[in-house]
């Protein structure tokens, strides 16, 4: 048998072995890989990053008729710095994800995270899932190492968990504190009108969808403004919150990161390639093989078919 028919009959556990190889060399080896970041994951990461930056601001809240100045916010390079930061922008950071989907999620939430605290500016975290608990908690502490500052000395908030998907959101539009009375005491926001960006990591339902139309859609009627919400997903999602995304201002979502590629474009617009990239990186090499693969058996066939002919 020549060396065409070898290549047709590639044994099975060969192949598995080469992607295994492919698969694994990647994510042990740092290997540089170039990301050129998505249009979606470029709105969000130039819409937050513009509200994060803001300074010397007076905002109005239509709905209490009270008004809020704030002292130009300093903004730290170091994460080592001891000084007092004064950002008063408030996130809301809600993980809607688990374990399983932790792969394609968590290095979205990661950096999200960071950029927020880096800024100066409060973190408010929830779940609409139970096992996002978990994946906050992991979230802050792996931020916080990677930052070398202790809790204490960053603003970020966590309301917990609470089940009951869109009713939640909508509880929250009229009075946070009511539906997590933890926060009470713990924030000075009343309800979702006073966020200056919403984000969801969602990895089904409830999750995103949820957030767009009980959250962002609903708050124009309720806080006289919208409130700007996007999301993580997993690349399930993409197609079914797709047409929430349009080009004007009025997009009932602000971007979107969408999977591995998502978290990817978001650690290059951040200039700190991470877990995303590495799993790009090992994805793309597997992708590379499998393609070399299915030409191989093609070829091969095609030469052998001749041969009969």
């Not at 009713?167 to 000075?188: A, E, N």
């Amino acid at each position: 048998m020549d060396i065409i028919r070898k290549l047709n009959k590639i044994d099975s556990r060969i192949i598995y072995l080469l992607i295994s190889i492919v698969v694994i060399i990647p994510l042990l080896f740092d290997f540089p890989v170039s990301i050129t970041p998505d249009k979606n994951a470029t709105t969000l990461y130039d819409s937050l990053d513009e509200i994060l930056k803001q300074s010397d601001s007076e905002e109005v809240s239509s709905h209490s008729n009270k008004s809020i100045k704030s002292n130009e916010a300093y903004y730290y390079n170091s994460p080592a710095s001891n000084n007092q930061s004064s950002g008063n922008k408030k996130i809301l950071l809600s993980f809607d994800y688990g374990p399983s989907t932790k792969p394609e999620v968590a290095p979205m939430s990661y950096a999200i995270m960071k950029q927020i605290i880096e800024s100066g500016n409060e973190v408010h975290t929830m779940a609409l899932w139970d096992t996002g608990l978990p994946m906050i908690t992991e979230t802050k502490r792996a931020v916080l190492n990677d930052l070398n500052i202790d809790e204490k000395d960053v603003k970020i908030y966590n309301f917990g968990f609470k089940t009951g998907g869109e009713s939640v959101i909508k509880g929250m539009l009229t009075d946070i504190g009511t539906t997590f009375p933890q926060s009470k005491g713990m924030v000075d926001v009343e309800d979702l009108c006073d966020y200056d960006f919403i984000i969801s990591f969602s990895a089904g339902s409830p999750g995103a969808k949820e957030w767009v139309q009980f959250g962002g859609d609903q708050s124009k009627s309720s806080c006289g403004k919208k409130v700007k919400v996007s999301t993580g997903v997993t690349a399930v999602q993409v197609t079914e919150l797709l047409p929430y995304i349009t080009d004007d201002e009025d997009s009932q979502l602000t971007g979107m990161l969408a999977g591995a590629t998502g978290g990817a474009s978001y650690e290059a617009l951040m200039g700190e390639p991470g877990q995303a990239h590495q799993r790009m990186n090992a994805q793309s090499w597997t992708h590379a093989l499998i393609i070399i693969l299915i030409i191989i058996g093609n070829i091969s066939h095609f030469i052998l078919n001749k041969r009969k002919s």
